[in-house]
């Protein structure tokens, strides 16, 4: 059988299919994944091929912020980011796909979630698909949810799509859900034909220092992941966490400089990246910007999360880790180093929150493989 990938060219877009799509190739598929030119060799180390297509997101989101004053006040509207991932990439997505699959005319099309446009060239090409969720699934009642929703209609309606009315992302098609259902949004569970899949994460290859496997006290992990790397808060969580008597392993991320931080202490390692996947298991404490990649890691992996949501999906991620008992949460003016010290303090001493994590980390476990969910995807072509 052969199978198309289709995902925004982002790591937390494209890292959460990689999985799947590489399990598809080892049961013997013919897998393509189609997304941005800067993910091509991550695809091809796992003997997946990539094809170049769809918007850059750079480009994309630049396109649809043009009118902000690059010298003002930088206030990025729900209307400019409704236009980014209702309209701009749905549209470029689909167009860039239609010759693709034509010429390719693959068996079975996995779209990610924010990639609706994959979903319509699909349906345009009568081909049926599967959508890959990335996370917890947003609720429909925010501003960007809502605009975005009628801007992906407009598109379906325009390339001779139908896109639903509830949940258009979806494009109506069957969702693999990497999202532990004790956290997941109890209406979606409720509303969707949902396809259970274990959340494994997926990193660049690397090494950890050496210390990372042998330390004795605490290690304490901080990144504000690949897209909403922030000076200032990354500085005031340092500052906060260098008093905890633990070790502190700080991940830059591309959008920070290490240089930025400035000088830190002794037992704080600032590094431009870490392989995240291999480090997570050594982790007694995750502080982080709740974006879904490392939500769904400390979930696998079993570890307490402190949450510094700074945009898109991590409000409501920090949300569920807080209400179920997995962390807390420090939002806006709250991020203080004093907060930052007092929260991650009494989540390292804390064992109901250490309960609830390694219960979500068996919950977790339990899901079904990729290989396993890989085994079962004839059914759906």
């Known amino acids: 059988m052969k199978i198309l990938f289709s995902s925004l060219g982002s790591h937390g877009h494209t890292y959460p299919l990689i999985p799947l799509a590489a399990a598809a190739r080892d049961l013997g598929h013919e897998v393509l994944y189609v997304t941005s030119a800067a993910f091509g060799p991550a695809l091809e180390?796992?003997?997946?091929?990539?094809l170049t297509?769809?918007?850059?997101l750079g480009a994309a989101f630049a396109e649809a912020t043009a009118g902000l004053d690059a010298e003002g006040p930088r206030e990025i509207l729900p209307e400019m980011l409704a236009r980014l991932f209702g309209y701009l990439l749905p549209r470029g997505f689909a167009l860039d796909l239609k010759p693709?699959?034509?010429?390719?005319?693959?068996?079975?099309v996995v779209h990610e979630v924010a990639n609706p446009g994959a979903g319509m060239a699909a349906q345009v090409a009568g081909l049926p698909a599967l959508c890959h969720g990335f996370g917890r699934m947003w609720t429909g009642d925010d501003d960007l949810v809502r605009h975005a929703a009628g801007l992906i209609a407009q598109v379906a309606d325009e390339l001779g799509a139908k896109a639903p009315g509830n949940d258009p992302m979806l494009m109506g098609n069957p969702y693999l859900d990497i999202c532990p259902p004790s956290v997941q949004a109890p209406a979606f569970l409720a509303s969707t034909e949902r396809i259970e899949l274990r959340p494994v994460p997926f990193a660049e290859p690397g090494e950890l220092p050496?210390?990372?496997?042998?330390?004795?006290?605490?290690?304490?992990?901080?990144?504000?992941?690949?897209?909403?790397?922030?000076?200032?808060?990354?500085?005031?969580a340092i500052g906060g966490l260098a008093g905890l008597g633990a070790r502190v392993l700080v991940a830059a991320g591309p959008t920070v400089s290490t240089e930025a931080l400035g000088e830190v202490p002794d037992h704080v390692v600032v590094l431009p990246w870490v392989p995240q996947a291999d480090l997570l298991p050594h982790v007694d404490l995750v502080v982080h910007h709740g974006g879904s990649g490392t939500t769904m890691g400390s979930f696998g992996a079993g570890v307490p999360q402190l949450l510094l949501p700074q945009g898109a999906d991590q409000f409501s991620n920090a949300a569920a880790v807080t209400e179920?008992?997995?962390?807390?949460?420090?939002?806006?003016?709250?991020?203080?180093?004093?907060?930052?010290?007092?929260?991650?303090r009494?989540?390292?001493?804390d064992e109901a929150v250490r309960e609830a994590a390694r219960a979500i980390a068996a919950e977790v476990a339990a899901m079904p493989s990729p290989h396993e969910v890989a085994a079962t995807l004839p059914r759906y072509a």
């Open 45 to 50: 180390r796992v003997g997946v091929e990539h």
């Open 53 to 56: 297509g769809g918007p850059e």
């Open 100 to 108: 693709i699959i034509a010429d390719r005319r693959p068996d079975l």
């Open 210 to 236: 050496a210390w990372v496997t042998e330390h004795r006290e605490p290690l304490v992990y901080l990144t504000l992941g690949t897209a909403f790397g922030d000076v200032e808060v990354l500085r005031t």
């Open 324 to 344: 179920g008992g997995l962390g807390d949460q420090l939002l806006g003016e709250q991020v203080t180093a004093e907060a930052v010290a007092e929260k991650a």
């Open 346 to 349: 009494r989540l390292l001493a």
